[in-house]
């Protein structure tokens, strides 16, 4: 039963809106075709280097409440797109079973469809993580600004080839995103979760900040790993079933190749810096001494860093 669903769908009037809207249907729903994702996003990159420079020699904006309401939404709204697609795809596992959820193509129904354009649209409202560093005058890392780029693309191309297996790779993500910008938020100084009595080992102030960080920093490294097992095992079941049938294997897995392969590669290379960018700030005691200090004087500032260090951004 997708109790949820329904009770949301009599609040909001999807019935009256427009298929395109309901539905993705390239060329008509909003962000579906090259020229207007590439333009947005080279946009987006535009934009943030552009703030930056503008920036230079002028006072960083504090944008503490704008900032605790960004990450708040997207916590929240994780949250609950979260839950709306374990809904469905619990009600598709009941009827054809592990596999066939994962593999079959009425894994893909209109339902989750849906679901994967407002997980898309949301990757650009994500893009905002990178406009308040810029205006608040924190570095701009290479691999946060690539992360953000090229998540709005793998999320865009997945919608295009219709990945049966997509929801798995989605969902880890929002789960992720959920306890990441709730952190976000609360670094923010939305709520107080660094009660002493939560320190781990009765660690300081700073160094829970930094135990918090590098949590969510595994979270992350973990999620692209079994990220690339479910795609690396679709990819198998697929081209075996369609090109080599004498070998092992269990069926067909849908969805288009170059996809596939495009978000297999994509996320190989998250996979490799954000294993670099753990080493050189959480693997040894020098690295962990220096993003103490930074992250201790940043606390005690009330200027906990946000929005940049879970996403590869290194606090100096």
């Known amino acids: 039963m997708v109790l949820l669903a329904n009770f949301l769908l009599t609040?909001?009037?999807?019935?009256?809106?427009?298929?395109?809207?309901?539905s993705y249907v390239p060329g008509q729903t909003p962000l579906s075709t090259w020229p207007v994702v590439s333009t947005t996003i080279l946009s987006y990159l535009a934009i943030v280097f552009g703030l930056r420079e503008f920036m230079e020699g002028r006072r960083a904006f504090s944008l503490r409440t704008p900032t605790r309401i960004h990450n708040a939404l997207l916590s929240a709204?994780?949250?609950?797109l979260l839950a709306l697609m374990m809904e469905e795809v619990a009600s598709a596992w009941g009827k054809v079973g592990a596999y066939g959820a994962m593999c079959a193509s009425s894994a893909w129904t209109s339902r989750l469809e849906f679901y994967y354009m407002i997980?898309?649209?949301?990757?650009y409202v994500e893009f905002m993580d990178t406009v308040i560093l810029a205006l608040k005058k924190r570095p701009l890392s290479f691999l946060h600004v690539f992360h953000h780029a090229t998540t709005a693309l793998l999320t865009f191309i997945q919608l295009n080839g219709k990945i049966s297996g997509a929801w798995i790779v989605i969902s880890i993500n929002l789960a992720v995103h959920v306890a990441m910008y709730y952190y976000y938020f609360a670094a923010a100084g939305g709520a107080k979760i660094w009660a002493r009595s939560s320190f781990p080992f009765g660690s300081t102030f700073p160094d829970a900040i930094l135990q918090w960080k590098k949590y969510l920093t595994t979270m992350q490294i973990v999620q692209f790993i079994i990220d690339l097992f479910v795609l690396y095992f679709g990819l198998y079941q697929h081209f075996v079933f369609k090109y080599w049938?004498?070998?092992?294997?269990?069926?067909?897995?849908?969805?288009?190749?170059?996809s596939a392969i495009f978000g297999a590669v994509l996320?190989?290379?998250?996979?490799?810096?954000?294993?670099?960018?753990?080493a050189q700030t959480y693997k040894g005691p020098s690295n962990e001494r220096e993003a103490k200090n930074v992250t201790g004087k940043s606390a005690l500032?009330?200027?906990v860093p946000q929005n940049g260090v879970l996403n590869g951004e290194r606090t100096r």
């Open 301 to 303: 500032s009330g200027q």
């Open 245 to 258: 049938p004498h070998l092992p294997h269990i069926g067909d897995c849908v969805g288009d190749e170059r």
């Open 11 to 22: 609040v909001v009037p999807t019935a009256s809106m427009p298929t395109w809207l309901t």
């Open 77 to 80: 709204g994780s949250l609950i």
């Open 119 to 123: 997980n898309y649209y949301l990757k």
């Open 267 to 278: 996320i190989g290379s998250f996979l490799v810096l954000f294993t670099n960018f753990y």
